[in-house]
């Protein structure tokens, strides 16, 4: 089966904290991606990141950054000193073989930052 | 250039009403997806095309529910006599990858917001 936990349901946070969100994965496929995508209040998801799951580095994109680790089949995103612009609702997915066509989302993570 | 974009944003019906709704993806991207993400939860998969070919449609859940590209461009998810639980944002989400997979990203639009009464 594939399926993506995404255990936290909310989280709340003062500006200029770090925080990490945390995505754990099944799949038996042994070729897959993994996503982060961004709701803001806006609706619309925006791409953060894709990792097919040959490529265990993590990445760092400026405040972002990413931890792959197969072993534990998680995919966690760590924000360094949130803003309040990163309140918003953040999903993890993954897309198999197995899973054909469809991009397999986790319920997603709310970010809550205050000032 | 722009994104992707749906309408209309909000969609109130009575029960048993038909409705429709539009997605206008990337201009020449190849595959478009539409997603049913009830409140509090995740995107699911609905139906998938590549170009005017409807290649999956394994996450409708119902025959109530139809969706059409004819032209390889446009697309329209059209839901008849909708029921309560229908109530959803409805996503349409294109890509320029001609793979019948989601290995490759998807850009969203805004959703339609359907309130089935």
């Known amino acids: 089966a594939q399926k993506v936990t995404q255990a936290q349901t909310e989280i709340s946070v003062v500006e200029k904290e770090d925080v990490t969100l945390d995505c754990v994965y099944e799949t038996r496929d042994t070729t897959y991606y993994l996503f982060w995508y961004k709701q803001p209040p806006s609706g619309e998801l925006v791409f953060l990141i894709r990792r097919n799951s040959f490529d265990e580095q993590n990445e760092i994109s400026g405040r972002y950054s990413w931890n792959f680790q197969k072993s534990t089949s998680s995919f966690n995103f760590t924000i360094t000193a949130s803003q309040v612009v990163d309140s918003a609702v953040y999903f993890c997915?993954?897309?198999?073989?197995?899973?054909?066509?469809?991009?397999?989302f986790g319920k997603g993570t709310t970010l809550s930052v205050s000032s | 250039g722009a994104g992707v974009s749906q309408s209309p944003r909000y969609k109130v019906a009575k029960r048993g009403q038909d409705v429709a709704l539009r997605c206008d993806p990337i201009?020449?991207?190849?595959?478009l997806f539409w997603y049913q993400q009830a409140l509090g939860q995740g995107p699911e998969f609905l139906t998938y095309f590549q170009n005017e070919a409807q290649l999956d449609k394994s996450g409708l859940p119902s025959d109530r529910f139809f969706a059409e590209r004819p032209e390889g461009s446009v697309s329209t998810l059209k839901i008849q006599r909708t029921q309560q639980e229908d109530s959803a944002v409805y996503l349409c989400a294109s890509s320029s990858s001609r793979a019948p997979s989601s290995y490759n990203e998807q850009f969203f639009g805004p959703g339609t917001r359907l309130t089935v009464l």
């Open positions: 997915a993954l897309s198999s073989n197995q899973a054909g066509t469809a991009l397999i």
């Open positions: 201009s020449g991207h190849v595959s």
